[in-house]
């Protein structure tokens, strides 16, 4: 398993949903990424955050990882914008 470090957060992401507006579908790239995901790990220097949490966070600054077929995210706390 991969192990954060420092104020770093892994993050397994949530899917896309297929989204329907009426009767029509929407494609791909008029899709919502909400850049939401459920906390695996967190490094040392995070406090507030812990696995099993829900995060929001931003979706221009992360880093994909793929590990034993699954793929995951590291975020920077900095980066979390809400905790559920």
């Known amino acids: 398993m991969i192990r954060p ?3 770093r957060i892994l993050i397994k992401p949530h899917d896309k949903e297929d989204k329907f507006m009426g009767m029509y579908y929407v494609p791909d790239e ?4 909400p850049f939401s995901g459920d906390v695996i790990s ?3 220097g995070v406090t507030e955050i812990n696995p099993g949490d829900k995060i ?4 221009k600054f992360f880093v994909e990882i793929t590990d034993e077929g699954e793929t995951y995210r590291v975020v920077e706390k900095s980066k979390v914008f809400a905790v559920k």
């Open 5 to 7: 470090i420092d104020n």
């Open 30 to 33: 008029y899709k919502i990424d």
């Open 56 to 59: 929001i966070y931003d979706g």
């Open 42 to 44: 967190v490094g040392e």
